[in-house]
């Protein structure tokens, strides 16, 4: 979250060589599609919840980068947010939805995703 932050909150000539992308709209699909497959990775498998909802974690993707659009109209550096830019951090988040679901539906266990009941009569 803090490397996104550096990312987008600071003046380009700030960051680093390493760190400029040759297309500032593909940077937004893969800054905030990582930031929301890392974050849906961390849900499922530290917090060990595989049924917390990929929808869920796309749309806090998408809050997130919203955020991140808002903010850059306070910051001082001459940073200027965009509807667009929404558009694809959203498109990112999106596709890292599609990735955590072929994730979960491939490498977790159907037991886990619907545990069964017991009685405890």
Known sequence: MILAMYLTLFPG????????????????VILFGGWTFL???NMMVFFNKPRFSVFLMILIGIIFGAIVE???FA??????????????NAV????????????R???????SLNPKKTDSN
């Open 39 to 41: 974050f849906g990775m």
């Open 13 to 28: 000539d700030m960051l680093v060589s390493a760190a400029r992308w040759g297309n500032p709209k593909l940077g937004h």
């Open 75 to 88: 910051m001082p550096y001459g940073r200027s947010g965009m509807v667009s830019d929404i558009g694809y």
């Open 105 to 111: 539906s491939k490498f977790i266990p159907a037991e």
């Open 92 to 103: 990112g988040a999106s596709l890292a939805g599609l990735m955590l679901w072929f994730y």
């Open 70 to 72: 808002l903010m850059q």
